[in-house]
């Protein structure tokens, strides 16, 4: 990274390098290496902004794709130093000189697939018959390391589905919302949507689904594509722009997190779905049917240390008559999924996934100290989901794991 580099050295020097975000980074705590330290990466950074360590080094480029972007350190470091935009910053650089030969897969991926709704419904259906025939078996046999991660990461793929442009609300009407389903939601979470829609309605919100949305861009802006990243921006706030609402939502916390990032000067809001309507009255006569079940809650990364609304997921889920909440003892650590990291770094990724997951379930099931054992874990994010319910399947654990929103939708009574 020369001088010329965008990179904000300015907001990098606002590091004083105090170490107080030490403790809170997941790659330090595995390795205690500084230079998995989101100050070490700063330095490290900063350095190769300033022409002294070569934009090439594999020291820098291995540090710097490890970090999950979890932004912890952001949360608690007194300085104020934006870290998710410095290591956006410097990963635009880094892809920019990575070599074509590995950049193809993710390439493909991003740009022929991603961006494009009808390849994204045309993926899904030819995996969805791999799936249903035994085919998608054979990709263990693959020799491409990606392919065989990405097929073990993946559910079963629910039937397909067609979203319609508008759903009334039920009962007093309260105003109107429109939905961002997402690209990897509209495909494999659709059950968080649907879960979306109905609640909406029944608290008296028309929701609009918004024919021309696409997807929000993380996955390109934290992999150093931030042309593409603006490119779907643009693209999604033309799909919005025609539709006069109260707010657009988002199930999943992560593309909330970034569609409100990417429209700072926004005039609606943008929120998760949780969120907004735990700020709402509680409709009138409305009681959810009772669920004697213990509930282990996850709060992923995006929710607690970027829209910093993770509260607003217990509110709802108390509302359920005889449900036995049990927040995870350390809330704040990251769960490994990280968007494309649980691909591209499956060693750590499946690490700290498995933390959640000993969290969630007691060591031994005899044990009195968490009594009665979950059975259900939620999450709000279909990236952490997919990661916990992938390691879930290979430890061969009876956890149901789900969006709080899907299992408020269960428990909902018949519409009068």
Not at 102 to 112: C, E, M, N, S, V
Request: hydrophobic share 40%; charged share 15%; net charge positive.
């Amino acid at each position: 990274m020369p001088a010329s580099t965008p990179y904000p050295l300015a907001q990098a020097d606002r590091c004083v390098m105090c170490g107080l975000c030490l403790p809170h980074c997941p790659t330090y705590r595995i390795s205690l290496n500084e230079g998995e330290s989101p100050r070490g990466r700063i330095a490290l950074m900063s350095a190769a902004a300033r022409g002294q360590l070569p934009a090439d080094s594999d020291h820098l480029r291995d540090h710097l794709d490890h970090c999950l972007g979890c932004r912890a350190c952001e949360r608690i470091c007194p300085s104020g130093v934006p870290y998710g935009e410095l290591i956006d910053a410097a990963q635009a650089q880094l892809q920019a000189g990575r070599p074509a030969s590995t950049r193809g897969l993710q390439r493909l991926a991003l740009d022929g697939i991603l961006k494009h709704p009808r390849r994204v419904r045309a993926a899904a259906a030819v995996l969805r018959l791999a799936q249903r025939s035994g085919l998608a078996r054979l990709a263990n046999v693959i020799p491409a390391p990606a392919i065989r991660r990405a097929a073990s990461q993946l559910p079963e793929l629910p039937p397909s589905h067609s979203w319609q442009p508008y759903y009334p609300p039920s009962g007093n009407p309260r105003g109107e919302v429109a939905l961002f389903t997402g690209c990897l939601g509209s495909v494999a979470d659709i059950a968080s949507n649907q879960a979306a829609i109905t609640l909406l309605n029944r608290f008296g919100y028309g929701v609009h689904v918004p024919a021309g949305q696409r997807c929000f861009g993380a996955l390109h802006q934290h992999s150093g594509d931030s042309n593409g990243a603006a490119a779907l921006t643009r693209r999604n706030q033309q799909a919005f722009a025609a539709f006069k609402v109260e707010a657009i939502l988002a199930t999943a916390s992560a593309c909330t997190l970034t569609l409100r990032e990417a429209n700072p000067t926004r005039q609606t809001d943008i929120d998760e779905v949780s969120a907004f309507l735990a700020r709402q009255p509680w409709p009138a006569g409305l009681t959810l049917r009772s669920l004697q079940q213990s509930v282990a809650l996850h709060h992923p990364c995006s929710q607690v240390h970027g829209l910093r609304s993770h509260a607003h997921t217990a509110e709802l889920l108390q509302r359920i008559p005889g449900i036995q909440l049990q927040p995870l003892p350390t809330q704040a650590r990251c769960c490994g999924a990280a968007g494309s990291y649980m691909l591209r770094q499956p060693a750590l990724s499946d690490q700290l996934g498995n933390e959640v997951l000993d969290q969630a379930l007691p060591a031994d099931p005899a044990s009195p100290a968490r009594t009665p054992a979950p059975t259900l874990l939620v999450s709000a994010n279909i990236g952490c989901v997919i990661h916990l319910q992938a390691l879930a399947r290979q430890r061969g654990e009876p956890l149901e794991i789900l969006h709080p929103l899907t299992l408020l939708q269960r428990q909902l009574p018949p519409p009068p």
